[in-house]
Structures are given as C-alpha cells and as structure tokens.
C-alpha cells in the first residue's frame, strides 16, 4: 500500500518507539549509494520532525519535509535541503 491510496490517519512516526500519528513526510536520499530518482521516505509526528531531519541532516543527506502525506515523491537533487520546514527543524 503506498502513501497515496492510504489515508494517513494509518500511518505513525518513523522515529523508534514511537507510535504518533505522522503528519510530516521527510523525502530523503543518501547521494553515495542512491541516484536522484530513489527517494526514501519516513513519517514523523510533530514531536519527531525536528529529530529525524536533524538526524539526516548530520550526514549531509538531501532533505526535503512537507505535511502533505499524500503528494507524489519527486526526484531530490544533491544540493536540496528543505531545513527551514516542519516544527522543531534546525536551519
């Protein structure tokens, strides 16, 4: 089941132990071992947000967070970072 034909309601935070319902999708990439087209991508509650971004940021992972769960995932290029997005995100 993709994110898209799911409602989100089903969907909790990727952040270990928790079980919140997600509202912020973090796309994300490693460059090293991933081409432009392969995003990842984990869920966070408002609590989390800032942590997994945070936690992707520090290896210098292309990053981009948005609250619509339900939009499609577009390529992320290398220099991409959404820093400033979600509660709790460090810039």
Not at 64 to 85: F, H, K, N, R, S
Request: with cysteine.
């Amino acid at each position: 089941m993709s994110l898209i034909d799911a409602p989100h309601e089903r969907f909790t935070c990727s952040r270990a132990g928790c079980d919140r319902r997600a509202e912020w999708r973090l796309r994300w990439r490693n460059p090293k071992i991933h081409s432009a087209d392969r995003v990842k991508v984990w869920l966070a509650c408002d609590d989390h947000v800032g942590y997994l971004h945070d936690f992707l940021a520090a290896r210098s992972f292309p990053i981009v967070v948005d609250g619509e769960l339900d939009a499609p995932a577009d390529p992320i290029g290398d220099g991409e970072t959404d820093a400033g997005a979600g509660p709790g995100a460090a810039s």
